[in-house]
């Protein structure tokens, strides 16, 4: 077996890189696939938290490079999906306590046994972002339609060009509010698409049920409800080289529009 | 009272239309910054040298046409995989071709002025070995001075409004010839420069 590394990236904090890796991966699990999660945020380690794992981590990415354990040790099973499991940062150390080469060599060894190894990449461009993109060979660029996470992007992009070991990236558009698109208050997908001019991978919707998913420690994709997660589904499908169209959010959202403007139109008569 | 609120309730409507028309969508505004921000980060170019870029264009331009300087765009962007420069000026009239001759004409001019004086220059400084090699190494710089000249600088422009693009400091320099008398003011410069070396 030789399986695909693939990069979260993005560039600016915040904007969904360890959610979209917690997410993407549980569905890939999902689906048959076997998945190994790589943080490689060390110091400031999440990806456990999202996946309800912080309470079964004994060894982390830094004993495995430090040789305290051997790989297979540190790789912490999902509760839920055997097929999936997260290999985890170390959260009392700093970026420079593992290199470009040790990760490369890790993602190497994984290829040999899982379909997906995951790399979640620290926000920034420094060594903590030059580490998690050197065993991979593919990349997917978290971006939200705001102009400084697009800025970001934009630089992620032009550095991920610059590297010879990837292949490919796609663009993950995340936090898409359709109202506001609607509103002409929000760059919509086409203007980010546009500007960025890549390819894009998935348009993931600003859902509430991230931040409650979140605190559950459960990724949003097990919830087939809701709409997040079933784009985050497919997302995992598009990886898997299926041929998902895109939903199309204002439609999924006018139910709810609609309603409201039934409501609206009821008030302003009374008025 | 009901004719009232329906002309109410249609001013409101034509109201919002009419806004929606006139002003500049938020979303618009941030593409537009975005655009040229990205073509700052992508290229290197600063403002600074996009302005500078934009005064050689008009100058050049000028040369050919009358246009609303104040109201050239020049922007870079993003097509597909080509990176391509839009460049949008609103014409004011062609100029007829006597003009444009005209202009050539005085910046040939100029041209073989400044090359006499190259020259004036290299007879001036061929005593010692040494000052050779620095002539050549001058005569470099000045040859592709004096290209990019060829391409960026507007005579009419310079002639007519030697306080827009004045020899001032060149004059500071040499303090030795007034504003008119570029030819020989230039000469003091280059003369100065291998006086450093």
Avoid: H, W
């Avoid at chain 2, 710089?141 to 060149?170: G, M, Q, R």
């Amino acid at each position: 077996m030789s399986g695909r590394v693939i990069v979260i990236t993005s560039g600016k904090g915040g904007v969904g890189k360890t959610t979209a890796s917690a997410n993407i991966g549980t569905a890939l699990a999902k689906a048959g696939n076997k998945v190994v999660m790589i943080d490689t945020d060390i110091g400031l380690r999440n990806l456990d938290l999202l996946l309800g794992l912080e309470n079964r981590i004994v060894y982390t990415i830094v004993d495995v490079v430090e040789e305290r354990c051997k790989l297979k040790q540190a790789l912490v099973k999902d509760k839920k999906n055997p097929n999936l499991c997260l290999l985890a940062a170390a959260q009392t150390r700093d970026k420079s306590a593992v290199t470009e080469e040790q990760l490369k060599d890790i993602c190497e060894k994984l290829k040999k046994d899982y379909d997906f190894i995951l790399v979640d990449c620290p926000a920034g461009i420094e060594q903590g972002f030059q580490n998690a993109v050197a065993g991979a060979t593919e990349a997917i660029v978290v971006t939200t339609p705001e102009m400084s996470a697009v800025r970001d992007a934009d630089r992620i992009i032009g550095l991920l060009e610059a590297k010879e070991e990837i292949e490919s990236y796609r663009l993950l558009l995340n936090r898409v509010r359709p109202n506001l698109i609607k509103s002409k208050d929000m760059m919509s997908v086409e203007d980010v698409v546009e500007i960025l001019s890549a390819d894009l991978i998935g348009i993931i919707p600003e859902d509430t049920g991230i931040i409650t998913s979140t605190n559950k420690g459960e990724p949003i994709v097990n919830d087939e409800k809701s709409l997040a997660g079933r784009a985050y589904t497919n997302v995992a499908k598009r990886i898997m080289g299926e041929e998902v169209e895109f939903m199309n959010l204002e439609e999924e959202t006018s139910v709810v529009a609609k309603v409201k403007k039934f409501f609206k139109g009821l008030m302003v008569k009374e008025k | 009272m009901k004719d009232n609120i329906f002309t109410e309730l249609y001013n409101k409507l034509l109201g919002f239309f009419r806004q929606a028309e006139e002003e500049e969508s938020t979303k618009d505004v941030a593409c537009n910054r975005l655009r040229v921000v990205l073509m700052q980060d992508r290229t290197n170019l600063t403002p600074q040298l996009l302005e500078k870029m934009r005064g050689e264009l008009v100058e050049l331009l000028s040369k050919y046409l009358e246009m609303d300087k104040d109201a050239l765009e020049l922007n870079l962007e993003q097509e597909g995989e080509q990176m391509a420069l839009m460049l949008s000026i609103p014409v004011i009239r062609a100029k007829d071709e006597t003009e444009i001759e005209k202009a050539l004409a005085e910046e040939e001019a100029k041209k073989m002025a400044e090359k006499n004086a190259e020259e004036d220059e290299a007879a001036e400084e061929t005593e010692t070995e040494e000052e050779l090699e620095e002539e050549d190494l001058n005569a470099e710089e000045d040859a592709a001075e004096a290209d990019a000249d060829v391409e960026s600088e507007n005579e009419t422009l310079n002639k007519d409004n030697p306080k827009k693009f004045p020899n001032k400091e060149i004059c500071g320099d040499c303090r030795e010839c007034e504003f008119s008398d570029d030819i020989e003011c230039e000469k003091k410069i280059p003369s100065k420069k291998t006086a450093k070396k």
